[in-house]
């Protein structure tokens, strides 16, 4: 018995030093980037997530933000496949939105595979947004306006033409009987430059999310929001907005919230960074962090993640041909 309890000793002896090196944070101060200008979906993500790990205290210093916009995305892209791309600190933003753009190939000859997809964080959905004093007092309304002189209705998105908010508004007026070719779509980096040039009256909507445009609200921003695209009305303060279909457009758009890391990132670092934010987003505290910028709970990692991401990649391709994108 004394030989087995030294033998057992001598292999936690050796075992040990591995399991602590593996649970011990990569080296450096965190960061999360949202690839856009503040506000919007991509800084809503890093601020949400850096409230999680600087609650549960597992990072040596809180979560630092920082902002890299350019190409809707492509700029960060290009930046964590190439000089950036072993960090095994740095975290970046992305949607459904990037997914698209890679499909669309507006990132150049990058490809999803080109980088470690680290996890989808939470759901948020597509939303109308306009300035709560607007005249439309619902979608049908703003559709008949669009349907009668769609040139001076400007729809503002994240995106150029192909991009999932262009393609999102496309749809809806395809969907309502309006030739989506004579939509009067204004490209913007993100969901918040698109908020800003809304409420200084350079468009009439934004072709925003759910969670965004909720959390604008809840900080003073005079919005109001016509429809989200979900397949029903959202739960807890959000099921005031009705759905685009109990307004006659039959659409769902359903947004990721995810977080992604270069493609030279090590496997120790992406698994101490997959284990934690998979244990810390099955915690109550995550619930209520998700529920404070009104998102829905969908914790997605690993090959079940990998095979999302090619799956709304085909989504995208078609959804193209479809509109007649190349």
Known sequence: MRNLWLGLVLLLAAVLPGMVHAQTAPDGSATCIAP?????????????????????????????????????GAVAFNAMTGTRAAEGNTLVAFSEGTIYNLAKGSFGDHHAGEVRWLAQLAQDYGAIVVRDDAAWADLPALLAAMRKEPQRIAIGGGGTIGGQDWMRGAMTAELAGIDHRKLRFVAFEGAGSCTQALLEGFVQACMNDMGDARTGMDAGKPLRIL???????????????????????????????????GAHVSDQDFAWWQAHLARLMASADYAR??????????????????????????????????????
């Open 36 to 72: 856009a200008q503040p506000d919007g979906g991509f800084d809503l993500t890093c601020r949400m997530l850096a409230q999680v790990l600087d609650g549960a205290g597992i990072l040596p210093q809180p979560l630092q933000r920082g902002y890299m916009p350019g190409g809707v």
């Open 227 to 261: 429809a989200v695209f979900a397949p029903r009305r959202l739960p807890g303060d959000l099921s005031d907005v009705p759905t685009a279909r109990e307004q006659g457009v039959p659409l769902d758009w359903p947004v990721m919230r995810g977080v992604y890391m």
């Open 289 to 326: 962090i998700l529920e404070r910028y009104h998102l829905q709970a969908k914790p997605v990692t690993g090959p079940a993640l990998e095979a999302e991401i090619a799956t709304l990649t085909q989504t995208a391709r078609a959804r193209l041909a479809q509109l007649g994108v190349p």
